[in-house]
Nanobody, 111 residues
Framework: QPVESGGGLVQAGGSLTLSCTAS???????AAWYRQAPGKQRDWVAR???????DYADSVKGRFTISTDNAKKTAYLQMNSLKPEDTAVYYC????????WGQGTQVTVSS
């Protein structure tokens, strides 16, 4: 299962970079980030395909950037201009999700 890291507490307007490490070639087809806020369902956030094409949920477009390493083993999520509503546990997987879910990494944005 993927292992997410890089979360933490940050003030609104700040930045964080999340990392996700999975088994070799786990993200060969695509890699995606999801998030789940307290009391809410898990939502898709961003995806990157094997060719490097990216797409984002409207709520994060222009602020978040997804990338992977060349081995397609690690996925990253650069998050800028963070808002309190970005507070959630962040997970990586494919889209649709084929991998087991990891523990996620908590991101808390204070106002």
């Amino acid at each position: 299962q993927p292992v997410e890291s890089g979360g933490g507490l940050v003030q609104a307007g700040g930045s964080l970079t999340l990392s996700c490490t999975a088994s070799e070639n786990a993200f060969t087809i695509n890699a995606a980030w999801y998030r789940q806020a307290p009391g809410k369902q898990r939502d898709w956030v961003a995806r990157i395909t094997s060719s490097g094409a990216t797409d984002y949920a409207d709520s994060v477009k222009g602020r978040f950037t997804i990338s992977t390493d060349n081995a397609k083993k690690t996925a990253y999520l650069q998050m800028n201009s963070l808002k309190p509503e970005d507070t959630a546990v962040y997970y990586c997987n494919s889209r649709p999700p084929f991998l087991s879910w990891g523990q996620g990494t908590q991101v808390t944005v204070s106002s």
